[in-house]
């Protein structure tokens, strides 16, 4: 994958793809780059020079810290996601898999069609591969790498040897390794030992020292085990199932001190298809009733067709849960009953129906917070975090907000509550701010009395301004700041309203006023 690093940044970066970026790391003598766009390596950029030498060829070039550490998580990810095509799967490097196919290449078509279901899977996922199949791990190596499909042509640094030895070996003339094969083994023998073996490097290539692989360590996911004796046709063969599966899957995971995320109950026909039901926790779970009453729905939809002759009880997604009480009384704490809740809800409404408030990067009150699924499944290649800059856009705003919304209320929904001076913000936000008509003594004075919904309300208190910008990287330039005000009519209501904009500003003509929450 020569374009791990700069692919990965890419997927959620701000910047135009024909932006010149580098990625840089820290090095002896300063910032060395690590990977480049395709704008940035037409400008001379090039992986491993220091980055002073990069922009003495083109000042313009934008530098971006790198995140080695992240992508050498996205391979050990995507070493697990490559067991599709082989058992044995191995990290080779920075940015490499190698994989025994062995036997494998028929079940795609040939080793074509193998190469061929390689790159385009990794195209999906949005990933360049260079693929190649070869007798030996090191020419599989040389091959993607250095390209063509015979080894002789290829440099010598294609047998992976260190740089000394690579560049004594140009200063004999033995550039290729067509060239070091014509060359006596005794005499390489005596000249390269050590680190730069190449007799040995040459052994590895053509097969004849072994080079086995190590796969990446595989931990599968808790599993229980059901055979009959007979077919069973049954519509409630896989709920009986259940009540025997559930109990072997929970000793299995107290074993490891896990708990379930996500279950899947699947049931082999004898026609050898497959029936699968899969649900989802909130919290990692290890309670027999709870999951089993979860699934019990689920189970009674599988179709036994010709009939199950056995079934299979899977925790594909586990966390790590130890032994806890839960409380003196042995009463079950709120937390889990309303995690229990929320998750049998989902089963009988899917998860499109239950949501639960999610945090947004945004010190708007409107966009501080959406909904998603309120039992959700990761992605296989999920866990990675935003781009640098990314994550400090928001540092040119006036104000920044942390939002901790709460369940809605009717029309109305709990605001974020601001990093600085809490009690500010409202306890329900209406889901659109509303206009209103305000009086004030001055221009830029405070309000003293509005109309709202055809009510007029005289203002006996009022508190601010609170000052917010607009967000410069998302709205236009035209758009106009506002200042927030919390006033008190004179029957005790407390409102949230603010101005938007401010005369002269340039940016329309005069300001506008618009009520956003509620208080109390």
Same mark, same amino acid.
């Given at each position: 994958?020569?374009?791990?690093?700069?692919e990965?940044w890419?997927?959620?970066?701000?910047?135009?793809?024909d932006?010149?970026?580098?990625?840089?790391i820290?090095?002896?003598?300063?910032?060395?780059?690590?990977a480049?766009?395709?704008?940035?390596?037409?400008?001379?950029?090039?992986?491993g020079?220091?980055?002073t030498?990069?922009?003495?060829?083109?000042?313009?070039?934008?530098?971006?810290?790198?995140?080695?550490?992240?992508?050498?998580?996205?391979?050990?990810?995507?070493?697990?996601?490559a067991?599709?095509?082989s058992?044995?799967?191995?990290?080779?490097?920075?940015?490499?898999?190698?994989?025994?196919v062995?036997?494998v290449?028929?079940?795609?078509?040939?080793?074509?069609?193998?190469?061929?279901?390689?790159?385009?899977?990794?195209?999906?996922?949005?990933?360049?591969?260079?693929?190649?199949?070869?007798?030996?791990?090191?020419?599989?190596?040389?091959?993607?790498?250095?390209?063509?499909?015979?080894?002789?042509?290829?440099?010598?640094?294609?047998?992976?040897l260190?740089?000394d030895?690579?560049?004594?070996?140009e200063?004999l003339?033995?550039?290729?390794?067509g060239?070091?094969?014509?060359?006596?083994?005794?005499?390489?023998?005596?000249r390269?030992?050590g680190?730069?073996?190449?007799?040995?490097?040459?052994?590895?290539?053509?097969?004849?020292?072994?080079?086995?692989?190590t796969?990446?360590?595989?931990d599968?996911?808790?599993?229980?085990l059901l055979?009959?004796?007979?077919?069973?046709?049954?519509p409630?063969?896989?709920?009986q199932a259940l009540e025997?599966?559930?109990?072997?899957?929970?000793?299995?995971?107290?074993?490891?001190?896990?708990?379930?995320?996500?279950?899947?109950?699947?049931?082999?026909?004898?026609?050898?298809?497959?029936?699968?039901?899969?649900?989802?926790?909130?919290?990692?779970?290890?309670?027999?009733?709870?999951?089993?009453?979860?699934?019990?729905?689920?189970a009674?939809?599988?179709?036994?067709e010709?009939?199950?002759?056995?079934?299979?009880?899977?925790?594909?997604?586990?966390?790590?849960?130890?032994?806890?009480?839960?409380?003196?009384?042995?009463?079950?704490?709120?937390t889990?009953?309303?995690?229990?809740?929320?998750?049998?809800?989902?089963?009988?409404?899917?998860?499109?129906?239950?949501?639960?408030p999610?945090?947004?990067?945004?010190?708007?009150?409107?966009?501080?917070?959406?909904? $998603?699924?309120a039992?959700?499944? +990761? *992605? &296989?290649?999920? /866990? %990675? #975090?935003? @781009?640098?800059? !990314? =994550?400090?856009?928001?540092?040119?705003?006036?104000?920044?907000?942390?939002s901790v919304?709460?369940?809605?209320? $009717?029309?109305l929904?709990?605001? +974020? *509550? &601001?990093?600085? /001076? %809490? #009690?500010f @913000?409202?306890? !329900? =936000?209406?889901?659109?701010?509303?206009?209103?008509?305000?009086?004030?003594?001055?221009?830029?004075?405070?309000?003293?009395?509005?109309?709202?919904?055809?009510?007029v309300?005289d203002?006996a208190?009022?508190?601010?301004?609170?000052?917010?910008?607009?967000?410069?990287?998302?709205?236009?330039?035209?758009?106009?700041?506002?200042?927030y005000?919390?006033?008190?009519d004179?029957?005790?209501?407390?409102?949230?309203?603010?101005?938007?904009?401010?005369?002269?500003d340039?940016?329309?003509?005069?300001?506008?006023?618009?009520?956003?929450?509620?208080?109390?």
């Amino acid at each position: 994958m020569p374009y791990l690093a700069i692919e990965r940044w890419a997927k959620d970066s701000d910047y135009a793809p024909d932006d010149p970026v580098v990625l840089t790391i820290e090095g002896t003598h300063g910032l060395v780059i690590y990977a480049v766009t395709q704008a940035a390596a037409e400008r001379g950029a090039r992986p491993g020079a220091r980055l002073t030498d990069g922009r003495a060829l083109d000042p313009s070039l934008i530098a971006v810290p790198a995140d080695p550490q992240g992508d050498a998580a996205r391979v050990e990810r995507l070493a697990k996601w490559a067991g599709r095509w082989s058992p044995l799967v191995e990290v080779d490097g920075a940015d490499a898999l190698r994989l025994d196919v062995s036997g494998v290449a028929h079940l795609f078509g040939g080793e074509a069609g193998l190469v061929r279901d390689v790159r385009h899977c990794f195209a999906r996922i949005g990933y360049t591969a260079r693929v190649a199949i070869g007798p030996t791990a090191l020419a599989a190596w040389a091959l993607s790498h250095f390209g063509g499909e015979e080894l002789e042509p290829l440099h010598v640094s294609a047998l992976r040897l260190d740089a000394d030895t690579v560049r004594t070996l140009e200063r004999l003339g033995l550039k290729t390794i067509g060239a070091l094969m014509d060359v006596p083994r005794l005499a390489l023998a005596r000249r390269f030992r050590g680190a730069g073996d190449v007799v040995e490097a040459l052994d590895r290539m053509i097969g004849r020292k072994p080079e086995p692989l190590t796969a990446a360590p595989t931990d599968p996911p808790p599993r229980a085990l059901l055979k009959l004796e007979e077919p069973a046709v049954h519509p409630e063969a896989a709920s009986q199932a259940l009540e025997q599966l559930v109990p072997m899957l929970v000793g299995r995971l107290e074993e490891r001190k896990l708990g379930a995320r996500r279950l899947a109950l699947t049931g082999y026909r004898v026609d050898g298809s497959l029936a699968v039901a899969a649900v989802a926790t909130t919290i990692p779970s290890r309670e027999p009733k709870h999951l089993q009453r979860l699934l019990a729905d689920k189970a009674a939809t599988l179709d036994p067709e010709f009939g199950f002759d056995a079934f299979a009880l899977t925790a594909d997604w586990t966390e790590e849960l130890g032994a806890a009480q839960e409380s003196l009384v042995e009463e079950p704490s709120g937390t889990r009953e309303l995690a229990r809740l929320v998750d049998r809800l989902t089963v009988k409404l899917g998860p499109r129906a239950v949501r639960r408030p999610k945090a947004q990067e945004s010190h708007l009150p409107e966009r501080a917070s959406g909904w $998603a699924a309120a039992v959700f499944s +990761p *992605s &296989p290649l999920a /866990g %990675e #975090g935003r @781009s640098s800059r !990314r =994550l400090r856009k928001g540092e040119g705003a006036s104000r920044s907000r942390t939002s901790v919304p709460h369940p809605p209320t $009717a029309s109305l929904r709990a605001p +974020p *509550s &601001p990093a600085r /001076g %809490e #009690g500010f @913000s409202p306890q !329900r =936000l209406l889901d659109r701010a509303e206009a209103i008509d305000v009086i004030y003594a001055t221009p830029e004075g405070v309000p003293r009395r509005f109309v709202w919904r055809r009510a007029v309300h005289d203002i006996a208190r009022v508190e601010g301004p609170e000052r917010i910008a607009p967000e410069w990287w998302r709205q236009p330039s035209s758009t106009r700041l506002r200042d927030y005000y919390r006033v008190e009519d004179a029957e005790g209501r407390r409102y949230w309203i603010y101005r938007e904009g401010l005369i002269g500003d340039g940016r329309g003509g005069l300001p506008n006023w618009f009520i956003h929450g509620l208080f109390g």
